[in-house]
């Protein structure tokens, strides 16, 4: 009836939770699949479908010409890497466990731990997948020479920061307005489609048409990801730094809300909504 509770220190209780969340972020790894081979083979599988539907889609129209000096196949795969990064960390994120969830009922698990979990798992998933398909390139088909390829890893890594910033938002709101976040979610991602720039540089398009696209951060981060991926591209009109502020903010924002619904969501909401 009564349980003594039991304190840790400051490492062993830091220790704890990043175990905590490696279990789970195994859990959200294998959580489509029962299979992690089968879930890293229908991510790999997804990339090479964009990789070749946007091939064939270039050459048919003949767009190859507007696209950047040197490898064609690299500039595809350096936009729909993070495309994909991006847009699936929403998912991940935005489709984590709330506070109402029957996970929740086990300590100590908690709502901080299942984002982290999907968040990481989101990561995971697509940088394993971003190394087999190239290395498979490199391997079977012709060399991929990238310039900086630190500086675009870095990329890879701030676009999947700033899915999981929007993501979070979409969370926290989810419990007060849960259709509205379902259909704003799926438009956010179909949207980054055309609003991503994957199929183009920021270098090539006019004054009025670049105010389509500047606000989006993955817009930013793909240019500059082109920038340190070949070495005859300089980005003019994109910065890395305001695709990490904008990051940064969303997340401050989705954390804030999603502490205060968190305190104030309640399970009988779902009775009703």
């Known amino acids: 009836m009564f349980k003594a509770e039991k304190k840790f220190s400051y490492p062993a209780a830091a220790f704890r939770l990043g175990e905590l969340i490696f279990h789970s972020t195994v859990r959200e790894t ?30 048919v129209l003949g767009l190859k010409g507007n696209a950047i000096r040197g490898d064609f196949v690299l500039f595809l795969m350096s936009g729909i890497f993070l495309f994909l990064t991006h847009t699936k960390a929403v998912g991940a994120v935005s489709g984590a466990e709330g506070p109402t969830s029957g996970m929740m009922l086990h300590v100590p698990m908690n709502t901080f731990v299942a984002i982290t979990s999907a968040a990481l798992a989101c990561l995971y998933l697509q940088t394993l997948s971003m190394v087999l398909v190239l290395f498979v390139i490199h391997v079977a088909w012709h060399p991929v020479i990238i310039h900086d390829p630190s500086h675009a890893f870095l ?26 976040t379902n259909i704003g979610s799926s438009i956010y991602q179909r949207m980054n489609m055309i609003a991503s720039g994957k199929m183009f540089v920021a270098n090539t398009l006019p004054a009025t ?11 930013h981060t793909i240019d500059q990801a082109r920038g340190y991926t070949f070495v005859n591209y300089n980005p003019h009109y994109t910065t890395w730094q305001y695709a990490l502020l904008v ?7 989705g954390f804030m809300g999603e502490h205060f619904t968190r305190r104030n969501t309640s399970a009988s909401w779902f009775a009703t909504r």
């Open 209 to 219: 048409m670049l105010a389509f696209f500047d606000w989006n951060p993955l817009f």
């Open 30 to 59: 294998r959580k489509g699949h029962g299979n992690g081979f089968v879930a890293l083979g229908m991510n790999i599988l997804t990339t090479v479908i964009f990789v070749a539907a946007f091939y064939i889609m270039f050459s």
């Open 155 to 180: 990329m890879f890594i701030l676009a999947w920061f700033t899915g999981v910033a929007v993501g979070l938002c979409f969370l926290a709101l989810k419990p007060w307005f849960p259709n509205f």
């Open 247 to 253: 990051g940064t903010v969303l997340l401050v924002i």
